[in-house]
């Protein structure tokens, strides 16, 4: 079974300041997605960034960015020049691609703070 | 982007009673949707995989009599939480499947069910 794991449950970075979140997964599968969501107070699930497995070039969007270790099943997100409203519950996931409507799988999330 | 409506947002509900959770695609339509519980300060569990005109897949552990789940056409799934008691309070929330040569996963903004 696929599992993810997020070993920080908690993280604070100053306004404008540089942060990273880790995630590691475990898979057998050799195609695969990888995502990262936030879910602020108002609990919608955003999606901020994904990963397809067979891209070596990690996945950027904007001021986030990836660090994708396919050898190491590692999958962490860097967020640049933090912003308040990156304040937020940010959770990593999973998804094996099997051409079809396939599950997500979540790991137990990283709060992160973002402090003046 | 694609949007997708859970309705209600929150509720209350004596014991014993029945609650009924709508989870709409307004501008696509999926023939998947995933059901998804979530308690305080938590991951989300998949609770169920629902399939346009089909019955539902449910995870391990998670009473198919108790969530009823019906999913009778492409833009609409519902969640029936039959009998309910106060164990079943939780956030529960939906996402719906796009596919337009890429798999995309929308979410609905999540239902607060507290009961009595």
């Known amino acids: 079974a696929q599992t993810v794991t997020q070993s920080q449950p908690e993280m604070s970075v100053q306004e404008a300041e540089t942060v990273t979140l880790s995630c590691t997964y475990d898979t057998s599968e050799s195609d695969y997605y990888l995502f990262w969501y936030k879910q602020p107070p108002s609990r919608q699930m955003i999606l901020v960034i994904r990963?397809?497995?067979?891209?070596?070039q990690n996945a950027t969007e904007n001021r986030f960015s990836v660090n994708f270790q396919k050898a190491a099943k590692s999958f962490s997100l860097k967020i640049s020049d933090s912003q308040l409203g990156d304040a937020a519950m940010y959770f990593c996931a999973y998804r094996v691609d099997t051409g079809t409507a396939s599950k997500l799988t979540f790991g137990t999330g990283t709060r992160l703070q973002v402090t003046l | 982007g694609a949007v997708v409506s859970q309705h209600p947002s929150w509720v209350i509900c004596k014991s014993g009673t029945s609650v009924k959770i709508e989870c709409r695609s307004l501008?696509?339509?999926?023939?998947?949707m995933f059901w998804y519980r979530q308690f305080p300060k938590q991951s989300l569990m998949l609770m169920a995989t629902?399939?346009?005109?089909?019955?539902?897949?449910?995870e391990q552990g998670v009473e198919k009599d108790k969530f009823l789940i019906n999913h009778a056409s492409l833009t609409l799934s519902t969640l029936t939480v039959t009998s309910a008691h106060p164990e079943d309070s939780s956030f529960y929330i939906c996402?719906?499947?796009?596919?337009?040569?890429?798999?995309?996963?929308?979410f609905g903004s999540g239902t607060q069910l507290s009961v009595l």
């Open positions: 629902s399939n346009e005109g089909s019955k539902a897949t449910y």
């Open positions: 501008d696509f339509q999926a023939t998947t």
């Open positions: 996402s719906a499947r796009e596919w337009r040569g890429i798999e995309k996963l929308f």
């Open positions: 990963q397809e497995a067979y891209k070596q």
